[in-house]
């Protein structure tokens, strides 16, 4: 027997094994395709425009990326809420009511596809195709997406550029205040430290020097009256008399006075009233005249008296105009010292000065930047309130489909009777390989190492041969009608070979 005629006789002997196969694979697939609901799928492509506004002009504040806002969009729009309102208006589904909202959602989310496409220097573009039991379902809830997707974009992008107005606004009053603060607390420093300010050092430090050399003068000629008086008194001492009465010559603070003018006289050429020197000179000599003034009012009247009498006259006057320059010295040294406390007061001050000027001025620079993008943030929300911006069109609108796009019912029956076939004949292999019996002589040589000298087929009579094929026949017989019969039973009375199907398929997804 030659290899052909082998194998085919294999075939034969397992053929029932291939006809159970193969029919429940191919009446299976033909009851699937069958059965089947004609699906129908709706599709519309949208594209994102750039602004209409070129950005050198007026920039929007909203800058998401094209794709990055596609994708965004598509999130929110298979969220939950929206996609059960859309399933309850279009009642998607055939037994809807009966479905749980997880159900519903999921659902959704499997019949609805979106492709988003997008690269350098390429148009972003979003693919949105929905798979319904029926044309206007499809194009329907395409059009909600569609309606959703609108409202989504605007919305979005209205808030982004709302809530930057707003942030700007706000960081613009917290600046304001911070600014008015920090004015406020320099303003109350100058005033608290009116007199020991760098702005007027120099004119205190001349101050100081005028009052110093004044206080020398006076202390010059506090001196030159003790002198004075003690040579009258060693003079009386020595003689016993003064000589004649006193001089009417001018006193020191007279002779200072009269210095003091003329220096004043000589100023105003050169200087104004404002000036600070004519200030300071001006106010010495509203002091020396009121000394002058009491040096009269308690100078004693002219006597024509001589000896002790003139003497004590003498002293008294001297004694006078003593008590005068020095009640002017303390004065004059009291001032010194204040003015001197100011002074070294001025570079602490000067430092907490700047210090508090450069805190405003970081926040003036801060303002100054809000305010700038305030008015940028101002022109953004304006561009996006018009509609200007950047947004998302429709080129492709959704369209009522006529024809089913799924399923392909012959390819699924086609496919299904092959693939019954290949199993059937690949159950016959395996069988085959697994039976470790000898049925050829070489199978005794090469098991048993036994060399047959021939072999004698088995000849079966007229009679077992008609009962054989009998046998076979109503075993092909039972078996091509028992196998649809029973396939169609399950589709029929337990569970559609299709939700069987899809059952099986998702529990391969969930192991996989």
């Known amino acids: 027997m030659g290899p052909v005629r082998y194998y085919f006789s294999i075939f034969l002997r397992r053929f029932p094994y291939f006809l159970i196969v193969a029919l429940i694979v191919s009446?299976?697939?033909?009851?699937?395709?069958?059965?089947?609901?004609?699906?129908?799928?709706?599709?519309?492509?949208?594209?994102?425009?750039?602004?209409?506004?070129?950005?050198?002009?007026?920039?929007?504040?909203?800058?998401?990326?094209?794709?990055?806002?596609?994708?965004?969009?598509?999130?929110?729009?298979?969220?939950?809420?929206?996609?059960?309102?859309?399933?309850?208006?279009?009642?998607?589904?055939?037994?809807?009511?009966?479905?749980?909202?997880d159900q519903v959602v999921k659902a959704m989310r499997k019949?609805?596809?979106?492709?988003?496409?997008?690269?350098?220097?390429?148009?972003?573009?979003?693919?949105?195709?929905?798979?319904?039991?029926?044309?206007?379902?499809?194009?329907?809830?395409?059009?909600?997406?569609?309606?959703?997707?609108?409202?989504?974009?605007?919305?979005?992008?209205?808030?982004?550029?709302?809530?930057?107005?707003?942030?700007?606004?706000?960081?613009?009053?917290?600046?304001?205040?911070?600014?008015?603060?920090?004015?406020a607390r320099i303003l109350e420093f100058k005033n608290d430290n009116s007199d020991a300010l760098p702005d007027s050092l120099q004119f205190r430090l001349a101050q100081q020097g005028a009052l110093q050399t004044n206080l020398e003068q006076t202390d010059q000629q506090i001196f030159s009256l003790k002198s004075q008086r003690e040579n009258l008194m060693n003079i009386f001492s020595s003689t016993g008399q003064v000589v004649g009465p006193p001089q009417q010559n001018q006193t020191p603070a007279q002779q200072q006075l009269s210095q003091l003018q003329s220096q004043l006289d000589n100023l105003l050429v050169v200087y104004s009233e404002n000036s600070p020197q004519i200030k300071l000179l001006r106010a010495r000599i509203e002091k020396l005249e009121k000394v002058v003034a009491a040096e009269q009012a308690n100078a004693p009247a002219p006597s024509n008296q001589t000896g002790n009498s003139s003497l004590d006259l003498q002293l008294a006057q001297i004694d006078s105009q003593i008590a005068a320059l020095e009640d002017q010295r303390r004065v004059i040294q009291d001032r010194l010292d204040a003015l001197t406390l100011t002074i070294d007061q001025t570079p602490a001050n000067a430092i907490t000065l700047a210090e508090l000027q450069r805190e405003h001025d970081n926040i003036q620079n801060q303002y100054n930047v809000a305010i700038s993008r305030l008015a940028d943030a101002s022109t953004g929300e304006r561009i996006e309130v018009t509609s200007q911006g950047q947004r998302i069109s429709v080129i492709e609108h959704p369209s009522t489909p006529t024809e089913p796009a799924k399923p392909n019912r012959l390819m699924i029956a086609g496919g299904g009777a092959a693939f019954g076939i290949a199993l059937g004949l690949g159950l016959v292999v395996l069988l085959e390989i697994l039976n470790r019996s000898v049925r050829r002589p070489e199978d005794l040589i090469s098991k048993l190492d036994v060399w047959p000298i021939a072999t004698i087929p088995y000849a079966p009579s007229r009679g077992e041969v008609i009962m054989q094929r009998t046998v076979w026949g109503g075993i092909i017989l039972a078996i091509l009608i028992g196998v649809p019969a029973a396939v169609w039973a399950v589709h029929i009375y337990y569970l559609p070979l299709d939700l069987i199907a899809e059952r099986v398929m998702d529990k391969l997804e969930t192991f996989w």
């Open 27 to 101: 009446v299976a697939s033909f009851i699937v395709a069958r059965s089947l609901p004609a699906t129908y799928v709706s599709t519309m492509r949208l594209i994102v425009e750039s602004p209409q506004i070129p950005g050198n002009l007026a920039a929007s504040t909203v800058t998401t990326p094209a794709a990055e806002q596609l994708q965004i969009i598509e999130q929110r729009l298979l969220t939950r809420p929206i996609l059960l309102e859309i399933a309850r208006e279009f009642q998607v589904l055939p037994d809807q009511d009966e479905a749980s909202p």
């Open 111 to 183: 019949n609805t596809s979106i492709w988003i496409s997008s690269g350098l220097n390429q148009a972003s573009l979003m693919t949105i195709s929905f798979e319904a039991r029926t044309g206007p379902i499809a194009a329907g809830v395409l059009n909600a997406y569609l309606t959703e997707i609108q409202k989504l974009d605007v919305s979005y992008r209205k808030e982004r550029a709302t809530d930057t107005l707003t942030f700007f606004q706000l960081e613009v009053d917290r600046l304001s205040n911070e600014l008015s603060r920090r004015s």
